[in-house]
């Protein structure tokens, strides 16, 4: 997977936001649940996919639960989502990736790396394609042959819709983005953030 950001630790920028912020104000912007410790201490819990980020301060260290849903990506999504989220609500107008604000620029890697991939794993087994995404705590979203759409985080959609291989078309599958996406993450992070998703729908097939 892709996770390159441009120069330096891709965690600092969104780490040093988070260490100079209320974290009961970050918490009531993101959607997320605060939570007052002992010491000083504070903590933000993150619902994601299925599962949440549990996030510390004052040093920001970051858990999961489960222990398996955290990967380098996503984590490093939940601190940008916590670091630079406005609070707005979903729109629910879903556009694809081109249609995002810079999203033309990178939109070849999302067919090549998503939509490509998981056309060709599921395109003759909707049922597969159906059991990995509720596996992932994705909702049907009635659309194509199978959709689920997914919220990585309060406010982000995702939207995965498969159309099955016929006699006479190849499968074909799209990623869409709820147009409000953009409140909390750029271009990059969303490409990365349905990356990381269409990465776990192809483990949990072969699980």
């Known amino acids: 997977m892709d996770i390159e950001r441009r120069g330096g630790d891709p965690f600092a920028e969104p780490v040093a936001i988070l260490k100079n912020s209320d974290?009961?104000?970050?918490?009531?912007?993101?959607g997320a649940l605060f939570r007052s410790g002992e010491e000083g201490k504070a903590f933000v819990d993150l619902p994601t996919l299925n599962g949440k980020f549990t996030?510390?301060?004052?040093?920001i260290e970051v858990t999961s639960e489960p222990e398996k849903l955290s990967s380098f990506?996503?984590?490093l999504l939940a601190l940008l989502y916590l670091a630079n989220t406005n609070g707005a609500e979903p729109t629910g107008e879903m556009v694809a990736y081109r249609q995002i604000p810079d999203g033309l620029f990178y939109e070849p890697v999302v067919q090549r790396s998503v939509e490509a991939p998981l056309a060709e794993a599921f395109g003759k087994d909707v049922a597969g394609f159906s059991a990995s995404c509720e596996s992932l705590g994705g909702r049907k979203?009635?659309?194509g042959d199978a959709s689920y759409a997914f919220d990585l985080f309060p406010g982000v959609?995702?939207?995965f819709l498969l159309w099955r291989e016929d006699d006479e078309?190849?499968?074909?599958?799209?990623v869409?983005?709820?147009s409000g996406d953009t409140n909390h993450l750029g271009?990059?992070?969303l490409r990365m953030a349905s990356q990381e998703i269409s990465s776990r729908l192809l483990k949990a097939r072969a699980q």
């Open 187 to 189: 271009a990059f992070d």
């Open 23 to 30: 974290p009961a104000a970050v918490a009531m912007k993101a």
């Open 176 to 178: 869409l983005f709820d």
């Open 141 to 143: 979203s009635g659309h």
């Open 169 to 174: 078309f190849p499968a074909r599958l799209q």
């Open 73 to 75: 990506s996503l984590k």
């Open 157 to 159: 959609i995702i939207e």
């Open 55 to 59: 996030v510390a301060w004052p040093g």
